[in-house]
Nanobody
Framework: VQLVESGGGLVQYGGSVKLSCAASGFTFDDYAMAWVRQAPGKWLEWVAAIGWNGGEIMYADALKGRFTISRDNTKNMLYLTMNSLKSEDTAVYYC????????????????RGQGTQVTVAS
């Protein structure tokens, strides 16, 4: 399993960014996927998850309305679009593979990428 994130960087407060995750080494459309993040000095936080065909989507309550998770099974790609970014969104964002096809696996992943840093400048 290989998960490679991209798209992070320095973003202005209130701005937007789209993260991408290229997945390989497994049958992508058999599994739910997720984005998790870790801010400096804080615990890992689940951001969003999406079922194998995009039919199930879950978000952390505090992030609903600003973040959008999506996937393209034809390209083995996972995305996270983040809008209205705030300073507290500064974190390393990781793409994660869940253990089965449903978002009921929220909170449990079996593989995670190396992460991409998003820094929101005030």
């Amino acid at each position: 399993v290989q998960l490679v994130e991209s798209g992070g960087g320095l973003v202005q407060y209130g701005g937007s960014v789209k993260l991408s995750c290229a997945a390989s080494g497994f049958t992508f459309d058999d599994y739910a996927m997720a984005w998790v993040r870790q801010a400096p000095g804080k615990w890992l936080e689940w951001v969003a998850a999406i079922g194998w065909n995009g039919g199930e989507i879950m978000y952390a309550d505090a992030l609903k309305g600003r973040f959008t998770i999506s996937r393209d099974n034809t390209k083995n790609m996972l995305y996270l679009t983040m809008n209205s970014l705030k300073s507290e969104d500064t974190a390393v964002y990781y793409c994660a593979k869940l253990g089965h096809g449903s978002t009921t696996a929220w909170g449990h992943y079996d593989h995670r990428g190396q992460g991409t840093q998003v820094t929101v400048a005030s």
